[in-house]
């Protein structure tokens, strides 16, 4: 059974930071692409960041390039967000993905799913 299970979330003032954490498992992921959504209230899931298999090749949403990194571990059954100079805007459930081919920004790409991890950006 695979598993995909977000931490690191929480209530921060604007300016601050977050890392969210994704352990996968049940599975080898080395060849799988993975990559982090979110949804606020109202509104559609959309894509943040997504990395390769090998962490070789990331893409950013426009809306936070520069702010946020992607990242994933040795292992490569781990990846991280690293989130710098948060915005209220940035406020919503931030869901980990995985799928086994390459880096997409299109949630339907993905096979796999966390329960996601709520962060909360006060101003």
């Known amino acids: 059974q695979v598993q995909l299970v977000e931490s690191g979330g929480g209530l921060v003032q604007a300016g601050g930071s977050l890392r969210l954490s994704c352990a996968a498992s049940?599975?080898?992921?080395?060849?799988?692409?993975m990559g982090w959504f979110r949804q606020a209230p109202g509104k559609e899931r959309e894509f943040v960041a997504t990395?390769?298999?090998?962490?070789?090749?990331?893409i950013y949403a426009d809306s936070v390039k520069g702010r946020f990194t992607i990242s994933r571990g040795s292992a490569k059954n781990t990846v991280y967000l690293q989130m710098n100079s948060l915005k209220p805007e940035d406020t919503a459930v931030y869901s980990c993905?995985?799928?086994?081919?390459?880096?997409?920004?299109?949630?339907?790409?993905?096979?796999?799913w966390g329960q996601g991890t709520q962060v909360t950006v006060s101003s």
């Open positions: 990395i390769s298999g090998t962490g070789g090749s990331t």
């Open positions: 049940g599975r080898t992921f080395s060849n799988y692409a």
């Open positions: 993905a995985a799928r086994p081919g390459g880096i997409s920004r299109r949630p339907t790409d993905y096979n796999y």
